[in-house]
Structure formats: structure tokens, C-alpha cells
């Protein structure tokens, strides 16, 4: 350390006995990091020299593709999503409400053989459907409600 003059300020005192520990470590981060970058290279020639893909690559988002044969069967249910058009050239009908209507839920359609038998039919010959009936709540409005 150098010796101490009058006007030597506590911040240059500090400055000077920290440089030499700052300029120690700055060399030890520097050595430690050329070390990772060297084996990462390494790493990643060694890839490449085998022919693997590179790293930090990742793989591209596959769109899935429609089964080779299209659609061959189709069911009614409550997660059926659009209506295959062999269904629909089936039926005549182009909505999974219709459909149900008509066929009821679950009903299966196969391509190639005729269309299931229709609900209506099925309910004549098991006898009259009674229909459920339910209560509809009452109607509450705001201005009413605060009037009294």
C-alpha cells in the first residue's frame, strides 16, 4: 500500500486497495468462462463432425395430418366437432343439431353403409315420449328489486 498523504481521500484509499483484488477476479471469471465456451465448442464440433443436428434447435411445430383414408366413421356425441361430408351427403342434413334431432345422441354413421335408423322411428315403436318439463326461474329486474 503507498504511503498515506494528507489530502488522500477514504474513497482513493479504497479504490487502491481493491484494485488488485477486482483485477485477480476479473481474471479468474475471465479464465473459468473461456473454459465453458471452449467445451461448448468442442461439444458442438464433435456434433457436427457425427452428423447429429445442431444444438439449440428445437423442432418446428408439426401440423397433424388427416388420416390416409379420410374419415370412415363418425359418431354423435357431445365432443363431435364438424360433420364429416359423407355424413352429410348420408343425411341431407349439414348440422350436428339437425343430425342429433333427427338420429339421436351416439348414433353411429359408417362410410359405405346406409345411415342409422332415425329417432322418431325408434321412439314410435317403444311408444309416446313424454317431454320433460322444467319450471323457469323467476325474472328478478335491478330497478324493481331497488324500488323497495
Given at each position: 500500500?503507498?504511503p ?61 395430418r ?16 364438424r ?66
Amino acid at each position: 500500500m503507498p504511503p498515506t498523504r494528507k489530502n488522500t481521500s477514504i474513497d482513493e484509499i479504497v479504490r487502491d486497495a481493491m484494485a488488485p483484488v477486482a483485477s485477480a477476479a476479473a481474471r479468474m471469471i475471465a479464465k473459468h468462462i473461456a473454459s465453458i465456451v471452449a467445451d461448448q465448442l468442442e461439444a458442438q464440433l464433435s456434433k457436427a463432425a457425427s452428423g447429429t443436428k445442431r444444438p439449440g434447435l428445437g423442432r418446428k411445430a408439426r401440423r397433424r395430418r388427416p388420416a390416409a383414408g379420410g374419415i370412415t366413421r363418425w359418431v354423435t356425441d357431445r365432443r363431435a366437432r364438424r360433420v364429416p361430408t359423407f355424413v352429410i351427403e348420408m343425411t341431407g342434413l349439414d348440422t350436428k343439431k339437425k343430425i342429433v334431432a333427427r338420429y339421436g345422441e351416439d348414433a353411429v354413421f359408417v362410410k359405405g353403409k346406409p345411415a342409422p335408423a332415425a329417432k322418431a322411428a325408434v321412439a314410435k315403436a317403444e311408444g309416446p315420449v313424454k317431454p320433460v318439463v322444467k319450471a323457469k326461474p323467476p325474472i328478478i329486474r335491478k330497478a324493481a328489486a331497488a324500488g323497495r
